[in-house]
């Protein structure tokens, strides 16, 4: 079965603490996104990145970092410096410009 | 800089009434654009794509937009509501160079019967 899988679908985090994001496709994609999900804003983009080992800032990147180091796996760490890390995130991959974005189910991250 | 603009955060119409969602792109070239729906508790389905071929795109369950170069617009419409197509759609715009995509804010649809 192709697809992207994020995982856990929830989770819950102490103030303070970094926490993982995992997102996995094989869908043998070159580009994978991470965006936010918040009421009212749309989908507000985090980072992405085209290729293995490549990655850029997108418009709200502060406070997370990113790893891509295999075509599959495009992990997000919400760190602490991340002053609202509550909402729910979504990940997605796609061949190239111009084509469909596939998104995962997504992960709702509450911080406590 | 480019962006995408949702013009109506909420439309409410009624069931076999026409749809109308409007989005307004910026942009120094003439992007690809994209809408998307989630619906309630599922995830993101493309409904339709316009990557610079006919200007007029026609998606899935009845629903099309065009694109309006002169007015930098690609509105979504639908000739007839259903009570399925209560969802957020969500406009999307390809910035080519890059590989960047961007996200309106969404318009919650509802449909009433």
């Known amino acids: 079965d192709g697809g992207i899988t994020q995982s856990p679908k929830y989770l819950f985090r102490k103030e303070g603490q970094n926490v993982t994001l995992s997102c996995e496709q094989n869908l043998n994609h070159d580009a994978m996104y991470w965006y936010r999900q918040d009421p009212g804003q749309g989908l507000r983009l985090i980072y992405y990145s085209q290729i293995v080992n490549d990655f850029q800032k997108g418009d709200i990147a502060e406070g997370y970092s990113v790893s891509r180091e295999k075509k599959e796996s495009f992990p997000l760490t919400v760190t602490s410096a991340q002053k609202n890390p509550t909402a729910f995130y979504l990940c997605a991959s796609r061949w190239s410009v111009n084509t469909e974005a596939f998104f995962g189910q997504g992960t709702r991250l509450t911080v406590v | 800089a480019q962006s995408v603009t949702q013009l109506d955060s909420h439309v409410s119409v009624s069931e076999g009434t026409p749809v109308l969602l409007r989005c307004n792109y910026s942009?120094?070239?003439?992007?690809?654009l994209f809408w998307y729906v989630q619906h309630p508790n599922k995830g993101l389905q493309l409904l339709l794509k316009?990557?610079?071929?006919?200007?007029l795109v026609k998606g899935i369950n009845g629903f099309e937009a065009e694109f309006k170069k002169s007015e930098t617009s690609f509105h979504l419409t639908k000739p007839s509501a259903h009570m399925s197509d209560a969802a957020e759609y969500f406009c999307v715009v390809d910035l080519l160079y890059g590989n960047k995509l961007v996200f309106g804010a969404g318009t919650i649809l509802r449909v009433k019967s």
């Open positions: 316009y990557t610079s071929a006919a200007t």
């Open positions: 942009s120094s070239y003439s992007p690809s």
